[in-house]
């Protein structure tokens, strides 16, 4: 559906002024030099004639349906689109109007994933900019307090730290898990994500922001959170630098709040004490993980405002893709730039592989040891679902980033000029290929039941006993030490349990000195006195 839009859609790229194109020695390859930086590309001749036609027709299956005529090849509306991406980073072509493509675009927030409008499980419940104002009104004081941070970290740091029996009971409260348990983990990650999205809201109104939605949705298809949709490019910078350092502050304000309202109330044993440990800590790993600039969260959205990047990590790996291509990256961009962008784009792939390798090790590790081979099948299918959701998510993301970062194409309709060569009954191949995605995928089923694993059901059983036998000992003592659990299985002359030896310890000596007694008087009655 995407594609087939896309073919209705002007291509708004046009070739830079004053391109020189010259033959090489070999056949059907050509260089291009940039008339401003002197930069040299070479392109075979199915590359040069789709950057040259440009200067006949902006229309894409016009330019699909010449291609195809020419080189008996076919090409995609989204390889069409790629390629003039591709090209326009390397400074050969540029735009033909940098305006924004629609009103929604102009005005979206343009690097908090969180705060994208639309998608799929989002639910925007009201209009909440009167209730934000109204926050942003009564609330404005607590701005203040953020000062107090500084002194308040370390203060609940070295509560912690010294505070260490009463820490180590709280956490003994948790080891018995349970409906309870998840119940706490459950109500203290919604409180933390609500009054951090909250607190960003209420910042943005209070800078006179527009806040579009507040609602809930489904991060990667089933952790529910909320969301913030924020209008921020009409404000100053340092006020989009406080909006999006709202959620981080607020969680260090709850992990400050949560330390010390635990210690203030630990020794009461309450229900209180328990929530307030539950939240800080959470509050405390939430801010470790979103603060993170290689993920994109709150403290990604930070820094991109303050480097003046919205879309830093677009930028980032466009520079990456043009690396692995072979491709040089824009003349224009300074060298310490370029090799910023490329260390943040390595960064990034580095963290997320390492955090997505550990995720599952621990994952598949759990469901071996649980369920064998059984737990090595469901370790396969949740890999398979979750490759499948992000390249999924991959190419939508291509998808608005060819709708919004770079303009391609034109929404407004205009004529385009006629064309000679354009048949009009063209019909598009459908890009080939999808037939080995399947061919490995069943091949990797086929692999996988082959796995030298046992697939009976395994897991936890509970044998219960028919009769319950008791023991006795042969001799009184105290018990000291049981060897077996009930319900375990023994076998002959294995050792149950073990008795003190005290009691006949103390006979022994005390039968030792009546006998050491007795010889002495024998000795005096046949020797007599010495």
């Not at 790996?317 to 491709?327: D, K």
């Not at 300074?334 to 490329?342: H, I, M, Q, R, V």
């Not at 997505?356 to 090790?361: D, N, P, R, S, Y």
Request: charged share 20%.
């Amino acid at each position: 559906m995407a594609e087939s839009a896309g073919q209705n859609e002007s291509i708004r790229w046009r070739l830079q002024p004053d391109l020189e194109f010259e033959s090489t020695a070999t056949t059907g390859r050509y260089q291009v030099r940039h008339p401003v930086s002197g930069e040299r590309f070479e392109l075979g001749e199915e590359e040069v004639f789709l950057c040259q036609a440009l200067n006949r027709t902006t229309d894409p299956q016009a330019i699909q349906a010449d291609f195809a005529q020419r080189f008996d090849l076919t090409i995609t509306a989204d390889q069409l689109h790629q390629f003039y991406q591709d090209m326009a980073a390397s400074g050969l072509l540029s735009a033909v109007n940098d305006a924004p493509i629609d009103e929604t675009d102009a005005d979206a927030p343009e690097i908090d994933d969180d705060d994208r409008l639309g998608g799929a499980y989002r639910w925007s419940w009201f209009d909440p900019q009167r209730g934000f104002n109204g926050i942003a009104a009564h609330l404005r004081g607590l701005r203040h307090g953020v000062w107090l941070l500084a002194p308040g970290i370390p203060l609940a740091l070295l509560v912690l730290l010294y505070n260490q029996p009463q820490y180590q009971y709280t956490l003994r409260t948790f080891a018995d898990p349970g409906w309870h348990l998840l119940f706490k983990l459950t109500f203290s990650l919604f409180v933390v994500n609500l009054f951090s999205k909250v607190a960003q809201g209420a910042t943005c109104a209070f800078y006179q922001g527009r806040v579009a939605q507040f609602g809930l949705r489904l991060a990667y298809g089933f952790i529910p959170r909320f969301f913030v949709a924020k209008r921020v490019r009409s404000l100053a910078r340092h006020q989009q630098l406080w909006i999006a350092a709202a959620g981080l502050l607020t969680k260090l304000s709850l992990f400050v709040i949560g330390a010390l309202l635990w210690r203030l109330t630990v020794e009461t044993g309450g229900t209180l004490g328990i929530y307030s440990f539950i939240i800080s800590h959470i509050a405390l790993g939430a801010f470790l993980f979103t603060a993170n600039p290689l993920w994109r969260a709150d403290g990604y959205n930070w820094l991109a405002t303050f480097l003046n990047m919205p879309r830093l990590r677009e930028r980032a790996f466009q520079v990456l893709g043009l690396y692995l291509r072979g491709r040089r990256p824009p003349a224009g961009l300074p060298s310490g730039e370029k090799y910023a962008l490329l260390g943040y784009a390595l960064a990034c792939v580095t963290y997320v592989l390492l955090l997505v390798g550990m995720i599952m090790l621990a994952i598949s590790t759990y469901l071996k040891l649980r369920f064998q081979g059984v737990g090595v099948v469901l370790f396969l299918v949740l890999a398979t679902l979750a490759a499948r959701w992000f390249l999924h998510r991959l190419a939508r993301q291509r998808q608005r980033g060819a709708k919004r970062s770079l303009p391609v194409t034109d929404r407004v309709s205009r004529s385009t000029p006629q064309h000679s060569v354009v048949p009009t009954g063209a019909v598009i191949k459908k890009k080939r290929g999808g037939w080995l995605w399947r061919l490995a995928l069943l091949a990797l089923l086929v692999t996988a039941a082959f796995l030298p694993y046992s697939y009976d059901v395994t897991g936890e059983v509970t044998l219960f006993p028919a009769a319950r036998a008791e023991i006795h000992a042969v001799t009184s003592g105290i018990l000291t030490q049981v060897q077996v659990r009930e319900n375990a299985w023994v076998t002959p002359e294995q050792v149950l349990a073990e008795l003190s030896t005290w009691q006949q310890d103390q006979d022994l000596a005390v039968t030792a000195a009546e006998i050491k007694r007795q010889q002495a008087e024998l000795e005096l009655l046949k020797h007599g006195k010495k």
